[in-house]
């Protein structure tokens, strides 16, 4: 990878932090500061939100790219589908390589931000 520190692990493998799936409610992908997103486990802390608080995927998501990342120094996005088919694109930088469909549904893409393209419903 170009840039890499030598043995600098980012957050992309470390399941909790980078990514999280789990039947029940949700599936999480992020992108973005590593070291922010593990010291949230930010993939993780979406699915308790959901499990445990009774928020939404998109109330979720947001809470923690808008809210969580940022007070601790952090920027980026990520890529979430929960049990029921919606998905939730939040980021909080100014753009982020996303794209999403529905089967029978023109799929979706983007770059930047775009009104009403960080959450999708089935």
Known sequence: MTNKLPG??????LVGAG????????????TGTGE???????????????????????????RV???????????????AIDHEGNVALPFNTEGMYRAWGYAGDTPTTGIYRE??????TQ
């Open 19 to 30: 990514c999280y799936a789990n039947n029940a409610s949700v599936a999480v992908s992020c």
């Open 36 to 62: 922010v997103f593990i010291r949230a486990l930010a993939a993780y802390d979406i699915a308790a939100l959901m499990d445990y608080g009774g928020l939404s995927l998109a109330e979720a998501c947001e």
């Open 8 to 13: 600098r692990v980012g957050d992309s493998p």
């Open 65 to 79: 790219v808008m809210e969580k990342l940022p007070a601790l120094g952090g920027s980026g996005g990520l890529i």
């Open 115 to 120: 009104k009403g393209d960080t959450v999708a």
